[in-house]
């Protein structure tokens, strides 16, 4: 089986690898389709006043991370029915949401709410201890419309929901260094970066020069996990090529200056 050995997806489930083996189909999971992004499914920044007491000190923290990084957009991508009622994996804090950040030279979709501390206790933990990202140049200047119906988001949405499911990543992340997968986005996706296989490869953890990928919040520290988007021939490369592939690839990637950004980011 692959890294994820039971895969909630939107709309079909991913093939993943393992560290050091080429990637293996995972079984659906059944009615765990998250309900989509609804006609202005937006929500303003998080109250945690009824949360878990230490929620709002968590997302300072977090909001303070991104506020270096760039402008956060007033709303959040969110639902009006959170997914974990129809089949999906329970965030910590019950909340569900994405974030954009604009940089001047990028945009970035990052999960929100996988780092909240869990509502059904008053401990003060950090969630899953992280949040996932995909750094774009090419989204400047989307608007929130089209930003919340684009393959992107439907990606970092589909790779948040297995990070829930495994209760978070940087454990693995730590063990292994920089991962890959595959996820399958049926028709969103450009054709060009489809595999024989209709998926998208990604790579997960790549470092980024210059910038802190973990912040300290007073439950804890919370990794900011980057996606990658990936070509179909570099994806070729992976399978079967396990960790020495991967780490090729990775100092290729940061050799070339392109690194962790998932350019071209096709809209």
Same mark, same amino acid.
């Given at each position: 089986?692959?890294?994820?050995?039971r895969?909630?997806?939107?709309?079909t489930?991913?093939?993943?690898?393992?560290?050091?083996?080429?990637?293996e189909?995972?079984?659906? =999971? =059944?009615?765990?389709?998250?309900?989509?992004?609804? !006609?202005?499914?937006?929500?303003?920044? *998080? !109250?945690?006043? /009824?949360?878990? *007491?230490?929620?709002?000190a968590? /997302? @300072?923290?977090?909001d303070?991370?991104?506020?270096?990084?760039?402008?956060?957009?007033?709303?959040?991508?969110?639902?009006?029915?959170?997914?974990?009622?129809?089949?999906?994996? @329970?965030?910590?804090g019950? @909340?569900?949401?994405?974030r954009?950040?604009?940089? *001047?030279?990028? &945009?970035?979709?990052a999960?929100d709410?996988?780092?909240?501390?869990?509502?059904?206790?008053?401990?003060?933990?950090?969630?899953?201890?992280?949040e996932?990202?995909?750094e774009?140049p090419?989204?400047?200047?989307?608007?929130?419309?089209?930003?919340?119906?684009?393959?992107?988001?439907?990606?970092?949405?589909?790779?948040?929901?297995?990070?829930?499911?495994?209760?978070?990543?940087?454990?693995?992340?730590?063990?292994?260094?920089?991962?890959?997968?595959?996820?399958?986005?049926?028709?969103a996706a450009?054709?060009?970066?489809?595999?024989?296989?209709?998926t998208?490869?990604?790579? &997960?953890?790549?470092?980024?020069?210059?910038?802190? &990928?973990?912040?300290?919040?007073p439950?804890? *520290?919370?990794?900011?996990?980057?996606?990658?988007?990936?070509?179909?021939d570099?994806?070729? @490369?992976?399978?079967?090529?396990?960790?020495e592939?991967?780490?090729?690839?990775?100092?290729?990637?940061?050799?070339?200056?392109?690194?962790?950004?998932?350019?071209?980011?096709?809209?």
């Amino acid at each position: 089986m692959g890294l994820f050995d039971r895969i909630f997806r939107r709309p079909t489930a991913p093939s993943t690898d393992q560290p050091d083996a080429p990637s293996e189909p995972a079984p659906a =999971a =059944a009615d765990a389709d998250p309900a989509g992004p609804p !006609d202005g499914g937006a929500s303003p920044a *998080p !109250d945690a006043s /009824q949360d878990n *007491p230490h929620t709002a000190a968590v /997302q @300072r923290a977090v909001d303070a991370y991104w506020d270096g990084i760039g402008v956060s957009d007033p709303d959040r991508i969110s639902y009006l029915i959170n997914p974990m009622f129809t089949g999906a994996p @329970r965030w910590p804090g019950i @909340r569900q949401s994405y974030r954009v950040v604009r940089t *001047p030279q990028t &945009l970035v979709l990052a999960s929100d709410g996988l780092s909240d501390p869990d509502v059904d206790t008053d401990e003060l933990t950090p969630g899953f201890g992280c949040e996932v990202f995909l750094e774009a140049p090419d989204l400047v200047g989307a608007e929130f419309a089209e930003l919340r119906a684009s393959w992107q988001f439907s990606l970092v949405e589909q790779l948040a929901m297995n990070v829930a499911h495994l209760g978070g990543i940087s454990d693995r992340l730590e063990q292994h260094g920089v991962l890959s997968m595959e996820l399958p986005l049926g028709d969103a996706a450009p054709p060009e970066l489809l595999s024989p296989q209709g998926t998208v490869g990604v790579l &997960l953890g790549m470092a980024v020069p210059g910038r802190a &990928l973990r912040v300290d919040t007073p439950g804890g *520290p919370v990794d900011l996990v980057a996606v990658t988007v990936i070509g179909p021939d570099e994806l070729g @490369r992976l399978v079967g090529g396990g960790a020495e592939a991967r780490r090729a690839l990775v100092e290729q990637r940061l050799a070339s200056g392109v690194g962790h950004l998932s350019t071209p980011a096709r809209r």
